[in-house]
């Protein structure tokens, strides 16, 4: 009974000593799978963090592209607005200095300009106009241009026309008096001779060159260009003391009919 009693006492013991030791490696399982599971955590959020990164590096990247292209766009879309811009002013120039009566006539009213008295007939019309300007010459300085409206600062040169329409003004009157006691002088000659005087006197190097800077303020009319400064300035730059000499006559010739 005694031996019974001792084995069972050292079973028990071991029984004792073995259960904590169960538990305790029961424990440890524990904390590892709990590790394990923690350091998966971990991983996962890191993995989680990365692609959000990402996400949010690949959507800034869309964003500063877009306003990249977006700011782009507006600079290109302004450049063309200054390019159509210059291509109209180079237009009025060429219009200018063409033989076409129509396309002189959209930039300076001749007519209005001459008085009711002015050839009415086109293809005369264009042969004298021309010769204003013959000596014509501009260069585009400096160009802005927004959607709607422009401004373009422009270089022009042209002869003193003041002193060529003075000059032909006299040589008018001295033929109105050679025709009138010669019947030599017929209309037909007094206006080819005028006309030849016309183109000499423009390109008599006698005649100085004027030069003026003006700044030409376009806006959109029906989508395209269109002058919208003072027309009288521009054609006081683009014929010098043309206007200015041209009313002193008719002032002259006024003073002289009242008196009469």
Do not use: C, H, R
């Not at 050292?10 to 590790?35: A, H, I, S, Y």
């Not at 990249?68 to 290109?76: D, E, H, K, N």
Request: proline letters at 1%; charged letters at 40%; zero cysteines.
């Amino acid at each position: 009974m005694e031996e019974e009693k001792k084995i069972t006492e050292k079973e028990t013991k071991k029984e004792v000593k073995e259960e904590p030791k169960k538990d305790e490696k029961k424990v440890e399982e524990k904390v590892k799978t709990d590790e394990k599971k923690e350091s998966k955590t971990k991983k996962d959020e890191k993995k989680k963090n990365k692609k959000s990164k990402k996400g949010l590096v690949v959507f800034l990247v869309i964003l500063v592209v877009i306003i990249a292209l977006a700011v782009i766009g507006y600079f290109v879309a302004l450049k063309y607005q200054e390019k159509t811009a210059n291509e109209y002013v180079d237009e009025l120039f060429i219009g200018l200095k063409s033989d076409d009566y129509s396309e002189q006539e959209k930039y300076i009213e001749f007519n209005e300009l001459l008085g009711s008295g002015a050839n009415t007939d086109e293809a005369d019309s264009a042969e004298e106009i021309s010769v204003f300007f013959d000596k014509l010459d501009y260069k585009i300085l400096d160009t802005k241009a927004d959607f709607q409206k422009a401004t373009i600062e422009v270089e022009v040169s042209n002869k003193d026309m003041g002193t060529v329409i003075t000059n032909y003004f006299s040589k008018v009157i001295q033929l109105a008096f050679a025709s009138a006691f010669s019947e030599d002088y017929t209309e037909e000659m007094v206006d080819a001779e005028l006309t030849k005087y016309l183109q000499e006197q423009v390109n008599s190097e006698e005649i100085q060159t004027v030069t003026n800077t003006i700044t030409i303020e376009l806006g959109k009319k029906d989508g395209q260009w269109d002058i919208t400064s003072d027309k009288d300035e521009l054609t006081n730059v683009i014929l010098p003391g043309f206007m200015e000499k041209l009313e002193s006559i008719g002032n002259s010739f006024s003073d002289l009919a009242e008196e009469e």
